[in-house]
């Protein structure tokens, strides 16, 4: 969740009013908390380069290194591969630059 998420879910949480709105609202909270912490969070790895490019076409959430090496904040991009690139929206990763300069995976980062 990001955080507007996160505080989206927590008013929803906390809602005491009697309107039938806040009464779903605070059921649906309940409800994605409970399936929250009754299933494992799967690990989400970085994928490889032979898994990006067979992943032609789809969505991979992309994460871009800074000069100091530290993590950026990534987008979904829809992955198009020519030569040796994955061609994005709003920009192309080279595979020759994979983990120096960006990192790939199959869903965006729980933070």
Known sequence: MNTEQQKAYEWAKNQNYQSVAAQCARLLAEALEEKIHSRPIPENKTLTI???QQ????P???VGKTHLGKDSSGTWVLVYIKNSEAIGFLGTYKFKDYGKTWLAYTTEPLT
Do not use: L, R, S, T
């Open 60 to 62: 991979v959430w992309v």
């Open 50 to 52: 032979e898994q990006i």
């Open 55 to 58: 992943m032609d076409g789809k």
